[in-house]
């Protein structure tokens, strides 16, 4: 056999054993990121830099479109050699991992979004930044904690990324240990119907939507609202995705309610599973937020109507009776 030939089948031969001992790991393939206004360049070094961070897990092989043609023509290659196609690596990916980078107001959302191919269970993080050198700062612990790695640098940086077991407006009585939103220092709920009898004693001011509009920071499970002065708003869920929102104004109170129908997306996490997600989605009432405007502008206090879940991690109940203290603080205007 010529030297070339040997060499290439000695190639082919460490190929197929590196493929065979990966076999195990499942396959993501990184789909082209989006983004409106954003240069392609940098969108493509985000990805690039997205897919080292999935690989630095060694939970998976990964894959993107350029790769997948690599791998094509290296099966091909093992073919015409005469190895066995089962002893080839799968094409097919096991889960289909996207990112889109958009802008609200004046902040930067990088959203990943993680699909399982064989039932196309989506989970999705996202985190807000004040620029793109930012996000590219926080991609590491976003990707960390789209697969459930999240470090102590996502978990106590100031403002950062809920982990993904987070309910958004969600107490839990299944796990309460792994619900790190639920173990603070709130208050317990306020078991009465509307506002609390505290709201209406907090000193405030009688703003106008326009006044109120901006954007905030969130309460517990909400990592950034945009509220616009047409009473229209858009929220970010510390879980991952966005919610529509809508603000009135009830003399001098603030009102901001959910304006679409819940998602399961809303209620996902490590904790509970697809179908038990959608039961809660099925059950809860709209989220709803009681404000009084700070005299100085830059704080909500008030109260949220939440709920309250208890049960097993296949069964839950729903108390829709669930209120308690939540704020907001103003990012800008």
Request: aromatic share 6%.
């Amino acid at each position: 056999m010529p030297r070339t030939l040997r060499n290439v089948a000695l190639l082919m031969m460490i190929f197929v054993s590196t493929i065979s001992a990966q076999s195990s790991q499942g396959i993501v393939r990184i789909s082209p990121f989006t983004g409106s206004g954003i240069p392609a360049s940098e969108l493509a070094t985000l990805e690039r830099l997205v897919a080292s961070h999935v690989a630095e897990l060694r939970l998976f092989r990964v894959i993107d479109d350029a790769g997948r043609e690599m791998a094509l023509g290296e099966t091909e290659i093992a073919l015409s050699l005469g190895y066995q196609s089962n002893t080839l690596m799968p094409l097919t990916a096991d889960f289909i991992l996207s990112g889109n980078l958009g802008r609200i107001g004046d902040l930067y959302v990088f959203t990943l979004e993680n699909t399982r191919v064989s039932s196309g269970e989506k989970i999705s993080v996202s985190d807000t930044s004040s620029s793109i050198n930012d996000t590219v700062l926080h991609a590491r612990s976003l990707t960390r904690n789209l697969f459930g790695k999240a470090d102590e640098q996502a978990a106590t940086r100031s403002g950062g990324v809920v982990p993904s077991s987070t309910q958004p407006g969600t107490q839990s009585g299944v796990q309460p240990d792994t619900q790190p939103d639920t173990q603070d220092s709130s208050p317990p709920g306020i078991q009465v119907p509307g506002t609390s009898p505290s709201l209406a004693q907090m000193p405030g001011t009688s703003p106008s939507l326009a006044q109120v509009a901006g954007t905030w920071r969130g309460d517990r499970g909400l990592e950034t609202v945009r509220l616009f002065p047409n009473g229209t708003g858009m929220g970010v869920l510390s879980g991952g995705g966005t919610m529509r929102l809508r603000m009135t104004l009830d003399e001098n109170l603030v009102v901001v309610t959910q304006d679409q129908e819940n998602d399961v997306a809303m209620y996902r996490s490590s904790n509970f599973s697809f179908d038990v997600a959608k039961q809660i989605a099925k059950l809860a009432r709209p989220m709803k937020w009681i404000f009084r405007l700070s005299a100085d502008g830059q704080n909500l206090e008030g109260v949220k109507e939440s709920i309250l879940v208890s049960g097993t991690s296949s069964s839950v109940t729903v108390d829709n009776d669930y209120v308690r203290e939540a704020s907001w603080t103003r990012i800008s205007r």
